[in-house]
């Protein structure tokens, strides 16, 4: 069964899930609706998303049905995967990060360019995932 | 609590003088004229503020202004404040971040501060309840202390915070407003006017939700918006650069086109391996820990924060890194030593001061000392080189800038009073316009930001007519331009050393770039062709505000913020005379490339075109009745009348 997984790391702290959320119900932005919240501690160091939802959107944004608070996540910090996908997910992540800064902030299935590998002069096509 | 609605914006009034507030609503017309947030601040400030009043006195009237799409997720948090300059211009700027939201859950669009308290203190507002308080023990305080402190005062974690640091306390040039640790805003002078009236910070929180008049047609609007500004499908080749790496990805670009300004502007290339030390790839690659962003923002990485791993400065922590440090703590003052480079603008957050003013005053400090117009007995004994060599020395001077000790004293003027001081020919090293300190784009070869910056009413500040640098003309056709009733060539247009047409291009990128920041939006999103079509925009305010208008006069929303802002600087005196370039820049070649000075000759017809484009009269840069009455600001015009102001 597909779920919401949460790479906590990724979180930018931007709130856009759990503004989106609020409002799919009944159309007024307040986050004490969201089935998702962003929690915040002192310092800026942490943002954390906590999902109190099954994935079965009430709305989804778009029409593939996928959830709307992973729809409209900018850095890839949410996923709504199979688990084994989501391992999956999570280790591409980890290899891509030994391989170029930039995935500090963003996923690499949310990257549309390519990127240099290490030890190369040039940037390769981007390689279709195996997802 | 129930939910509110973005048709009638209400503001609160605070008089720190005697504590009273009041809250109330403004005149529903209010949302169609003026939007809201810049615009609805623009009208208050024309209105509250009358010529002649005392900026650090208790008659300036500081204005905090959300709009109807904060707390909505296109608002981004952002925020604009606007008083009147202790440097006699508009003072407006804007910030994001998440208190702009916060303030309106809590039931207040605008919040309006005027009165002096008699001693420091903060206001907490939740709910629309309003207190003043004591703020004794936070005055003095740096900007991420203050943060720390009142966090665990209030134990809240999201209480959302502005505050002011040290420096704003002790008057120094152009001390912005502090939030979030490392965000900042209104660096004309709020801070400065936020100190005069002894506030330190405000607090709030908020528990009510917003309603969007029309969610359906919300929806379909934010979609269109998003796929312009996604980095999958946004036809900007900016968009992924932009939103990950930011501007210090242009350092390597700009110190091979001769953009970069170098040793005070004096140059403008610098060694490439410098650059390259300081660009965006080595920031991100060696420093960054976390991506950070302001409310509901599209990208992913615009804000990061970042830590210094070993050295002497090992374990030096911040925030961001944008166009600001690179070039004012990099190529302005020869420095390449990013760790040093991060701590010195990291300290500047800390003790409240504008990265700006502190980069250009110090350039010009040491321009001056090379020349011999400063000797080691003015500067405290320090060594004010180009290249950066006694660098705990000029870490030390941000101190005394910041507490106005010793050296730092004349520093804390900002470089056009400094160099008034000092003479001696020492105003030719002085890059400002209207006593306000450059923000690091080059003039010489951009013609456009050379007026842009000339005739901003704040001074300089590229988010009046962001991006300074041309986006790819072929994203629209002419026959679209048309269709949008903007009449330029783009090709022409964004030719950067061109004359032609930069008035026009000038005119429409200062209203379209006012309607954003009056929804509000963040500037930074005007990628693709959400710089030039502004329907989706419109399409967006629709939806949340159920204001029927028309797309002209959504557009004219922007002009008449723009006239209003002109107005108050009219009022104030301010002509066409002090449109101009600083003077570097108009007597100055660049040594290289052929770009030549700005002279007269280029620069005043493109002045000449901006006002004529704009309706003003051009001899004076005074809107004429004409153009008043035309946009519902014959209030205006009458009032220059009474004041014996000459409107034609």
């Given at each position: 069964m597909k779920r919401i997984y949460v790479i906590e790391d990724l979180c930018n702290g931007c709130r856009l899930c759990e503004t989106f959320c609020s409002s799919l119900v009944n159309g007024v932005f307040d986050v004490k609706q969201s089935r998702i919240n962003v929690i915040k501690v002192p310092g800026e160091e942490k943002d954390i998303p906590m999902v109190d939802c099954n994935g079965r959107c009430v709305r989804p944004l778009y029409d593939d049905g996928g959830p709307t608070c992973v729809a409209v996540c900018p850095t890839g910090a949410l996923i709504y995967e199979e688990r084994d996908d989501a391992v999956a997910r999570r280790l591409e992540l980890e290899a891509a990060r030994e391989e170029h800064g930039l995935f500090k902030v963003i996923a690499p299935w949310k990257w549309p360019l390519p990127w240099r590998r290490p030890g190369a002069d040039k940037v390769t096509p981007v390689m279709e995932t195996d997802l | 609590m129930t939910a509110r609605d973005n048709r009638v914006q209400t503001i609160l009034w605070a008089d720190l003088s005697n504590g009273s507030t009041r809250l109330?609503?403004?005149?529903?017309?209010?949302?169609r004229k003026y939007l809201g947030c810049r615009g609805i601040n623009a009208r208050l400030l024309f209105d509250e503020v009358k010529a002649g009043t005392d900026p650090l006195g208790p008659d300036n009237v500081l204005f905090f202004g959300t709009g109807p799409m904060d707390g909505l997720p296109v608002g981004m948090g952002r925020m604009s404040i606007a008083c009147k300059s202790p440097r006699g211009t508009v003072a407006e700027g804007s910030f994001g971040g998440f208190f702009g939201?916060?303030?309106?859950?809590?039931?207040?669009?605008?919040?309006?501060?005027?009165?002096?308290?008699?001693?420091?203190?903060?206001?907490?507002?939740?709910?629309?309840?309003?207190e003043v308080r004591d703020a004794s023990h936070l005055w003095g305080l740096k900007t991420n202390e203050t943060d720390a402190a009142l966090r665990k005062e209030l134990s809240d974690p999201d209480v959302q915070l502005r505050y002011i640091g040290p420096a704003a306390e002790n008057l120094v040039h152009a001390s912005p407003i502090f939030g979030n640790l490392n965000n900042s805003g209104g660096r004309a002078g709020c801070g400065e006017v936020m100190a005069s009236k002894r506030l330190k910070a405000i607090a709030v929180r908020g528990s009510r939700g917003i309603r969007v008049a029309d969610y359906d047609a919300f929806l379909e609007a934010y979609k269109v918006l998003r796929q312009r500004l996604d980095l999958a499908t946004s036809r900007d080749m900016w968009t992924p650069v932009w939103s990950t790496y930011g501007a210090p990805v242009l350092a390597r670009l700009f110190t091979d086109i001769g953009n970069l300004m170098t040793c005070n502007a004096r140059e403008m290339r610098w060694d490439f391996d410098k650059a390259t030390r300081i660009s965006a790839e080595n920031y991100l690659d060696n420093y960054v820990t976390k991506a950070k962003?302001?409310?509901?923002?599209?990208?992913?990485?615009?804000?990061?924060?970042?830590?210094?791993?070993?050295g002497k400065y090992q374990g030096f922590k911040g925030g961001n890194y944008w166009a600001a440090q690179p070039v004012t703590f990099g190529s302005l003052i020869d420095n390449d030593d990013l760790d040093w480079l991060l701590v010195i603008s990291g300290l500047c957050n800390q003790y409240g001061l504008d990265v700006f003013h502190v980069g250009y005053t110090l350039a010009w400090a040491m321009e001056c000392f090379e020349n011999g117009l400063l000797t080691m007995a003015d500067t405290d004994g320090l060594e004010l080189r180009f290249g950066c060599q006694d660098k705990d020395g000029l870490i030390d001077l941000v101190r005394k800038i910041a507490m106005r000790e010793g050296f730092g004293d004349l520093l804390a003027l900002g470089c056009a009073e400094a160099s008034k001081i000092v003479g001696r020919g020492s105003e030719r090293f002085c890059l400002c316009v209207k006593g306000q300190e450059l923000e690091g784009i080059a003039e010489r070869n951009l013609y456009m930001v050379a007026l842009g910056v000339a005739v901003s009413e704040v001074g300089p500040d590229h988010t009046r007519w962001y991006p300074p640098y041309p986006c790819n003309p072929s994203l629209i056709s002419k026959e679209e331009l048309a269709e949008l009733g903007i009449d330029l060539d783009l090709r022409l247009a964004f030719q950067g050393r061109n004359p032609e047409q930069k008035g026009k291009l000038l005119r429409w990128f200062t209203i379209s770039r006012a309607i954003v920041e009056s929804m509000p939006s963040c500037v930074f999103l005007v990628r693709d062709t959400l710089g030039l079509d502004m329907r989706p925009w419109w399409n967006l305010f629709k939806a949340a505000t159920g204001v029927e208008l028309d797309y002209p006069e959504f557009v004219m929303a922007g002009e008449r913020l723009l006239n209003l802002d002109r107005a108050f600087n009219v009022r104030e005196g301010y002509r066409r005379a002090d449109d101009h370039p600083p003077i570097r820049m108009a007597t100055e070649d660049v040594p290289y490339f052929g770009y030549r000075k700005l002279d007269a000759e280029d620069f005043e017809p493109m002045l000449d075109e901006y006002y004529e484009a704009n309706g003003w009269t051009v001899a004076t840069s005074i809107p004429t009745r004409k153009k008043l009455e035309e946009l519902g600001l014959g209030d205006v015009a009458d009032e220059f009348d009474a004041l014996g102001i000459e409107v034609e």
């Open positions: - | 109330e609503m403004l005149p529903e017309e209010w949302t939201p916060e303030l309106r859950r809590a039931g207040i669009d605008y919040l309006a501060i005027r009165g002096q308290a008699d001693h420091p203190v903060y206001l907490y507002i939740e709910d629309g309840r309003i962003a302001c409310w509901c923002c599209p990208w992913p990485a615009c804000q990061k924060l970042h830590e210094i791993k070993s």
